[in-house]
Each structure stands twice: as C-alpha cells, then as structure tokens.
C-alpha cells in the first residue's frame, strides 16, 4: 500500500470525488422502496444506500399488489361474468359436499356391516 502524504495546514481542502455508481457484484444489490418504487443500490457490507439517478417503472411488487386490489368485477361489463363465476363456484362446493356426505356415509354404512359380522 502506498502511503499518501498528508495535506499542508494551509493548502485548500481538495473536492470530494463523485460518488462512482456502484458495480453489481456481490456486496450490492439492486432494491426498489415499499411504496414508491424508486430503485437504490444497497451494500450489504457497509449497510449504506445509494440511490439510483433516474426513476426506473415501479416495482414488480407494486404491479402484483395493484392487480390485487382492483377488482374487474367492478366494471359495468364484468358484473354478470363475476355473477357466474360466483354461481358456479358455489355449484362446485356444493357438489363437492355431497359427494363427501356420500362417501361418509358409505364408510359408516361398512363399519356398521363389519361390526354386525
């Protein structure tokens, strides 16, 4: 390591050098802020961040979350398909009981049968 000379009491303080982007390797990782979707540069290392110069679209995470919360069937034309599926879900459950119900007393119809032997 080459020494470097410290600076005279009455020279001027030298500019701090631009910040260089970082470089993707393993101590920094690309992030994007909760809420807003702004990418920073955080270092692992040294816990510090950087922040990216220009805004980047949001994150995925943001996009998932705005897909969540709207809902199509809010719009005039998915109404009824949202009324349909609903229905249809509703036959499926139902089904799915009865079928269980059969089974169940199938199963119970057995035991009975074994014990009386």
């Not at 970082?22 to 702004?38: A, F, H, M, Y």
């Not at 069937?73 to 009981?97: I, V």
Request: charged letters at 35%.
């Amino acid at each position: 390591m080459i020494p470097l000379p410290l600076p005279d009491a009455d020279s001027p303080p030298s500019p701090p050098l631009p910040a260089p982007e970082p470089s993707l390797d393993q101590t920094w990782v690309k992030l994007c802020e909760e809420g807003t979707g702004r990418a920073f540069y955080y270092n692992v290392v040294s816990q510090a961040r950087q922040w990216e110069p220009r805004l980047p679209p949001p994150c995925e995470r943001d996009v998932r979350m705005l897909r969540h919360y709207f809902d199509p069937s809010t719009l005039p034309g998915n109404r009824e398909d949202a009324k349909r599926k609903k229905e249809a879900t509703g036959r499926d459950r139902d089904w799915h009981q009865r079928k269980e119900r059969k089974t169940l007393e199938k199963q119970r119809k057995a035991l009975e049968w074994l014990r009386k032997e």
